[in-house]
C-alpha cells in the first residue's frame, strides 16, 4: 500500500502514515538496526509499506521512501479540511414553512 507520513518522532522511531485507500491510519513502530531506532521519515514522505491489521488497529510494515516531501502541506489541507467541516456541522439552516 502507498500512504502519506502525516507525524512523525525520529527519536521513538514512530510515524502515522495517512493510507491510499482512506481507510484508518496506519501506525509505523519504527524499526532498529544494531539496537539504534531506524525512522528516517519526514511529514509529507510518500511511502510504499506492507499492512497488516491487528484488533482494530493497522500497521505499517517495512515502510520504503518512494518520494521524500511530496505532499508536503497535506496535514495542513487534512487539519483544514475538517475545520471546513466541522464549521459547516455547526450551521443551523433557517428552514421556514412558506405558503404558496
Known amino acids: 500500500m502507498h500512504g502519506v507520513i502525516i507525524w512523525s518522532d525520529k527519536t521513538r522511531g514512530?510515524?502515522?502514515?495517512?493510507?491510499?485507500?482512506?481507510?484508518?491510519?496506519a501506525f509505523y513502530g519504527g524499526e532498529t538496526e544494531g539496537g539504534s531506532i531506524v525512522n528516517r521519515f519526514e511529514p509529507g514522505d510518500l511511502v510504499h509499506f506492507n499492512?497488516?491489521?491487528?484488533?482494530?488497529?493497522?500497521?505499517?510494515?517495512?515502510p520504503r521512501l518512494v518520494a521524500a516531501d511530496e505532499y508536503p502541506t497535506?496535514?495542513?489541507?487534512?487539519?483544514?479540511?475538517?475545520?471546513?467541516?466541522?464549521?459547516?456541522s455547526r450551521l443551523r439552516p433557517n428552514l421556514r414553512s412558506i405558503s404558496l
Open 14 to 25: 514512530r510515524a502515522v502514515i495517512w493510507c491510499e485507500d482512506h481507510g484508518d491510519l
Open 51 to 62: 499492512l497488516r491489521e491487528d484488533d482494530k488497529l493497522r500497521l505499517a510494515l517495512k
Open 74 to 88: 497535506l496535514m495542513q489541507d487534512l487539519k483544514d479540511t475538517g475545520r471546513d467541516i466541522a464549521s459547516a
